[in-house]
């Protein structure tokens, strides 16, 4: 296919993708929560209340945009796109399969962090602009955290582009063919504390897109919804969008760096269009498997204490990563052949 | 921390209004909150926003009358309430008590105590984040609610005491589903105490979290699971038996810590408190009468002063009646638990975090309505 009808129609893709996918973690958020409390979730709307998003879809958009009194009105609106629109973007780069990528970016890993970030500048600038107290104790909480989080996140990310030498997704998947021992997360002879980087990794992307038990910037029992006290309608509905897709990213980048991306457990690749949804099928296995732990997470554990998040990612996730940083390049320099 | 705050004077800081519309208090309470960051430095609690003026319908309402008042002071143990108000009026116009009614009464208060604490065990958990214990919190209460209509007739605002006796006795069927209950209660309290309390996320949020001291307890009139959770050993049922208490062998949790921790585990105990309660009080049921024989038609109780605490589930819930011989009360004092638990959330909650303080606020267990009356 000729390249820029490639790319407009990848972005169509990813579009339908990121909103669809929205709508439908919700659905699986809620009936995940029902099963874990032991109720049924949504059931009314379709079968297995299968069109419930729609009709919340639907609700959102017949809502007014209200503007609160004293809100900052450019602010106000442009907010829940910064989040939004960043995560759609980062979208571009990632490969659900060998070939099924936008653009294979030199520097995709970079592009997706520095979109990243602007998620919490979206965060701060919506809870500033709706003049609301609550809103503004979420929305400095949520910078502290974005920064504390982001160091280990990034230390343990340079770690793997020192093993993998590249900041290329799909280079870095490529370096994880073979059977599922070839995976990173299981890749001991690399670094010892593999494991131990995923993990740090996974908490971080959690405390990132404040999922709990991190979620300290809509602590609903505390600041009645952070950041959204204020939003109406589709703002909210935007601001949730966005924060689904976020999910997504993070979770995809956890699986791409160390669960070996489109790469399926067995050394067995067809060729040609079955080889896409081959890589498509594990991919996206092995991404709503993570999806789901987040949602188990959530309706499982209470909230943390701010300080004890604070102190988890300075005094443990920091050094750790730190550690495994330099074990790794210990490890590289000492063994090079592997 | 506490220090530094007041000391700089020159800091700048913003009041927030906690409530009257908030999730964390549970109801129409509005806190005001000085903050400095998200460190508190003064919270006042604003009260009155459901007051009903119970107290005075009590004194335009004869003594029968005001007995579906009782349960709609403290909606979650409604029956302690129900049987306080019903032991001061038996207190002050002599009435006797059949033993089989007072065995029903104890037996459906202790039930009723392990809901209420239930319901609080969830709606903590909620106020920490944590959601999904609230749903298994009430899948438990709803077999007491079960229990209790089938014999008060009503799931929540009950009104089953009657002067002198109660007002249905109980059937087989009761006694079979209560002894079953229990049963079902003693398999998921270890599964609580696993999943819950043992979790660490759980307990780095309220261990030395919200501490209360025994002097500060005693200064405000702190009483039930508060004052034990800092150690002050006292429960009415106990140190001033009423009705058929001194009968039964059951302990009071008593924790010296005074911090959050502390009060949840008082909480937790007693409902294997209540149990034991509940258990002996089947075992020796004894038969007879619900009600006085001759079937008491008009109170009037003698012209006098007269007091009678019970402990609810919250703490010592008191009646004080003033009456002036004639068929209503002279004047009628409640003196509710969390009204003197909630006093003290400005001084204890000084200098702490926003969600701290919040953690404190849900394991003080505050029920609005009683407060405001």
């Known amino acids: ?60 958009m017949t809502k ?123 890749r001991l002879d690399i670094s010892l504390l593999m494991p131990v980087a995923f993990l740090i990794f996974f908490v971080c992307s959690l405390a990132e897109t404040n999922r ?58 067809p060729a040609g269009f079955l080889g896409v949804i081959w890589g498509l099928f594990w991919f996206l296995t092995k991404l709503y498997a993570l999806i789901f732990t987040v949602i188990w997470i959530r309706w499982t554990y209470p909230r943390t204490q701010f300080y004890e998040l604070l102190n988890l990612s300075w005094k443990v996730l920091i050094p750790i990563s730190l550690f495994n940083l330099i074990l790794t390049a210990l490890q590289i320099k000492i063994f090079p052949w592997l | 921390m506490n220090g530094l705050l007041q000391q700089d004077v020159n800091q700048e800081t913003f009041v927030l209004n906690l409530g009257p519309q908030h999730p964390a208090t549970h109801g129409v309470l509005r806190v005001k909150l000085v903050m400095d960051g998200e460190y508190i430095v003064e919270a006042e609690p604003v009260l009155g926003y459901i007051h009903r003026m119970h107290e005075k319908m009590g004194e335009n309402r004869t003594w029968a009358q005001f007995l579906p008042n009782c349960g709609r002071m403290d909606y979650l143990s409604a029956l302690s309430y129900n049987h ?23 037996i459906t208060v202790e039930l009723n105590r392990i809901s209420s604490h239930l319901l609080w065990f969830g709606a903590f958990v909620l106020d920490l984040g944590g959601f999904t214990p609230l749903l298994y919190a009430f899948d438990d209460r709803e077999q007491i609610l079960d229990l209790l209509e089938s014999v008060t007739g009503s799931r929540l605002t009950y009104c089953y005491f009657r002067f002198g006796g109660v007002y249905n006795d109980i059937d087989d069927a009761f006694i079979t589903g209560t002894r079953a209950f229990i049963k079902r209660l003693r398999k998921r309290l270890p599964m609580y105490d696993a999943l819950v309390t043992k979790n660490i996320i759980l307990i780095k949020r309220l261990k030395d979290i919200g501490p209360i ?25 106990k140190h001033e038996p009423y009705s058929v208490y001194s009968e039964f062998d059951f302990d009071i949790p008593v924790y010296e810590e005074g911090d959050s921790m502390a009060r949840y585990m008082v909480r937790m105990d007693e409902m294997e408190q209540s149990m034991r309660i509940i258990e002996q009080a089947l075992d020796k049921l004894p038969e007879g009468e619900i009600q006085p024989k001759k079937a008491i038609k008009l109170v009037k109780p003698e012209k006098g002063d007269y007091y009678h605490a019970v402990e609810a589930a919250r703490g010592s819930f ?56």
């Not at chain 1, 009194?69 to 939004?84: E, N, Q, S, Y």
């Not at chain 1, 589709?234 to 999910?247: K, L, T």
């Not at chain 2, 025994?214 to 009415?236: E, L, Q």
Request: hydrophobic share 50%; proline share 6%; with cysteine.
């Open chain 2, 213 to 237: 001291s025994k002097d500060m307890a005693r200064r405000y009139g702190a009483t039930g699971p508060v004052a034990r959770g800092s150690g002050i050993n006292f429960d009415v049922r």
């Open chain 2, 318 to 373: 008191g009646v004080r009646i003033v009456s002036d011989g004639s068929n209503s009360a002279y004047r009628l004092k409640l003196r509710s638990p969390t009204y003197s638990n909630l006093s003290l959330f400005g001084e204890a909650s000084r200098g702490m975090l926003l969600p701290d303080a919040l953690a404190l606020m849900g394991s003080l267990d505050l029920v609005i309505p009683e407060i405001d009356r």
């Open chain 1, 212 to 269: 709990a038990p991190f979620d300290m910037a809509e602590a609903e029992s505390e600041l009645i919804a952070g950041t959204y006290t204020e939003y109406p309608g589709m703002g909210f509905g935007v601001f949730f969008m966005g924060e689904y897709a976020n999910i997504v990213i993070g979770c995809a980048l956890s699986v791409i760096l160390f669960l070996g991306g489109w790469q399926s457990p067995i050394p067995f690749n």
């Open chain 1, 64 to 186: 007014q945009l209200f503007l609160p009194k004293g809100a900052d009105p450019i602010l106000f609106m442009v907010a829940p796109l910064m989040v939004m629109v960043p995560a759609i973007m980062s979208f571009m780069v990632i490969p659900f399969s060998e070939t099924f990528v936008a653009r294979e970016v030199n520097i995709g890993l970079l592009m997706i962090f520095a979109f990243a970030s602007v998620n919490v500048l979206g965060l701060l600038l919506g809870s500033w602009g709706s003049a609301n107290k609550y809103a503004v104790i979420a929305g400095a909480r949520c910078v502290s955290q974005n920064i504390a989080y982001e160091i280990p996140m990034l230390i343990t990310t340079i770690t793997m582009v020192m093993v993998t030498n590249t900041m290329n997704l799909n280079e870095i998947v490529r370096a994880q063919s073979g059977w599922f021992f070839h995976w990173h997360i299981f």
């Open chain 2, 84 to 106: 306080g108000y019903v032991a001061a009026v038996e207190r002050a116009a002599g009435i006797e008590v059949p033993e089989r009614a007072e065995y029903l009464r104890v």
């Open chain 1, 1 to 60: 296919m000729p390249e820029p009808f490639r790319v407009i129609l990848f972005i169509v893709f990813v579009m339908a993708f990121a909103g669809l996918n929205a709508a439908y973690l919700v659905w699986c958020e809620r009936k995940g929560a029902g099963h874990i409390q032991r109720r049924i979730g949504p059931k009314e709307v379709g079968p297995f209340g299968l069109l419930q998003p729609i009709a919340d879809g639907i609700k959102l």
